[in-house]
């Protein structure tokens, strides 16, 4: 029997010795546990949740929403934050409640809240002024733009990509790639990368063969975002696309394994086996009724659908197949790019014999775009091209994050406190396999099922109530997306709670 959170001190303390060593981090916080002592990344942080109000949200929130949805439409709005008084892994709402944040703003703060380093930043006029004067980067970009890149998002490209595109955001991130895709397909069809003149008449009333009939295949529980061609692709909720015209583009099955793991290795390899077979099938209908599949897109972990992972082998195959039948290979890593499974990039799990053709990322990278091939460089200006393509500020605190990260051994981090989670989690379902169930994850970038949708529910809900916030995914996952900044102590507290919840079912 695995030990629960609150029994896991002296764990916790090898583990908090190991990842702070050589950081010089003074600020310390004490835990109820009086053997344990643990130090804050963030100096002046809280040391646990602090309710005051009885409900949430509470009655500011709950007004600051009526203010808000009478000039803009608010249904999606769980509660307002206090910014000023949130600091690294702790929110502070405007009814003072304070939380312990295992969801951070969906996976989007590596550093957490207020870092001291990122904050130290606006101390120089020059970067001040980079917030200010935003330049069409397609067009105008600074001086230093060349350096800041290389600096920042190229420092951690994915090995084997040296080539990047920047964009503003996870959405237009994948928009544009799929673009880069069919331009890329569309040059190899023609063996060169000049345009009839019936091209270019043809695609400016959308026909062929300017407009070709192409397509992309995706997987059931997918989400690569809500702008029109992202939304083809996405098949996470109905809420996302009802009413929205979509493409006529295959959709394949993602694994879908049984847990544990270890006991269903038959079961599961028999799965994978079905999702590339139907993979390959669907490939070759779309090529036989004249819509050619030019791209394959995935996420290395469906976060929105469910949290669903795919072994190692299952993308190893599917990258094979791919490249069999000549389309491209994108992994969509807006979610899990940035470090939360301990890697930079959750595909470096995978063992890939290459590269993946298209890297895309947002969130925790603080800004968006993708990495590629150079074979996938457009060849003409202005294919791929909008007014900002990115935002420089973003650059700058990125290239700072970067340096945290290395810094203070974030990605190690991430990995030993993602095993404390992991063991926590797993004796806890041991405990109340009533309630939770499927533990899985990398690093921190975990989940676990509630036995149904509400079961989910009432955990999320009861943990906000005792001062966690997390979040939900798929029908019945709980799901926690960490700062790279999250410690021993914070799983330990997270851990307790959960084990107080779902002794309350």
Request: with cysteine.
């Amino acid at each position: 029997m695995r030990m629960l959170g609150r029994h896991m001190v002296s764990g916790l303390q090898r583990h908090a010795s190991r990842t702070l060593a050589g950081t010089g981090v003074k600020n310390q916080t004490t835990l109820a546990s009086p053997d344990l002592k643990v130090e804050s990344l963030v100096p002046g942080e809280p040391s646990g949740p602090r309710m005051v109000t009885d409900s949430i949200p509470g009655p500011v929130s709950q007004s600051r929403l009526k203010d808000l949805n009478q000039i803009q439409p608010s249904q999606s709005i769980q509660l307002f934050l206090d910014y000023d008084r949130s600091l690294g892994n702790y929110i502070v709402d405007v009814d003072g409640n304070q939380l312990l944040d295992v969801y951070t703003q969906i996976s989007s703060m590596p550093l957490g809240y207020n870092h001291p380093n990122l904050l130290k930043l606006l101390d120089d006029p020059s970067i001040v002024k980079a917030f200010i004067n935003r330049p069409a980067l397609g067009a105008f970009p600074g001086a230093d733009w060349p350096e800041r890149l290389s600096n920042s998002l190229m420092a951690v490209a994915p090995p084997g990509l040296k080539t990047i595109t920047t964009m503003a955001c996870g959405s237009c991130s994948n928009e544009n790639a799929y673009k880069q895709i069919f331009m890329w397909y569309r040059s190899k069809q023609r063996g060169h990368d000049n345009f009839s003149q019936e091209e270019l008449d043809s695609c400016m009333i959308n026909q062929e063969p300017g407009s070709p009939q192409l397509s992309l295949l995706s997987f059931h529980g997918a989400f690569h975002g809500r702008t029109m061609g992202c939304l083809t692709t996405t098949h996470s909720k109905a809420i996302h696309k009802l009413d929205v015209p979509a493409m006529d583009w295959p959709i394949a099955r993602f694994p879908l394994y049984k847990y544990p793991l270890e006991e269903h290795t038959r079961e599961n390899q028999e799965e994978d086996r079905k999702c590339l077979e139907e993979v390959e099938d669907l490939i070759h209908q779309y090529n036989a009724k004249g819509m050619p599949v030019a791209g394959i897109v995935i996420e290395p972990i469906q976060a929105e659908g469910g949290d669903n992972h795919g072994s190692n082998e299952f993308f190893q195959q599917l990258q094979a197949i791919a490249k069999r039948n000549g389309a491209a290979f994108l992994i969509d890593e807006v979610q899990t790019g940035g470090g939360p499974t301990g890697k930079y990039w959750c595909h470096e799990h995978f063992d890939l014999p290459e590269a993946p053709d298209i890297v895309t990322f947002s969130k925790k990278m603080l800004t968006g775009g993708y990495y590629m091939k150079d074979e996938f460089r457009p060849s003409h200006g202005y294919r791929i091209y909008n007014t900002w393509m990115g935002e420089p500020s973003k650059i700058i605190v990125l290239e700072e994050v970067i340096k945290v990260v290395k810094r203070d051994n974030l990605l190690e981090n991430t990995k030993n406190v993602g095993e404390i989670l992991m063991q926590g989690i797993h004796a806890l379902e041991d405990k109340y396999p009533q309630h939770i169930n499927s533990t899985r994850g990398k690093g921190t970038f975990i989940a676990f099922n509630g036995k149904d949708p509400a079961t989910r529910d009432k955990i999320v809900g009861n943990l906000k109530a005792a001062g966690i916030h997390s979040g939900g995914c798929g029908e019945q996952a709980v799901r926690l997306r960490p700062a790279l900044i999250f410690q021993p102590h914070h799983a330990e507290i997270f851990l307790d709670k959960l084990e107080t919840v779902l002794g309350q079912l």
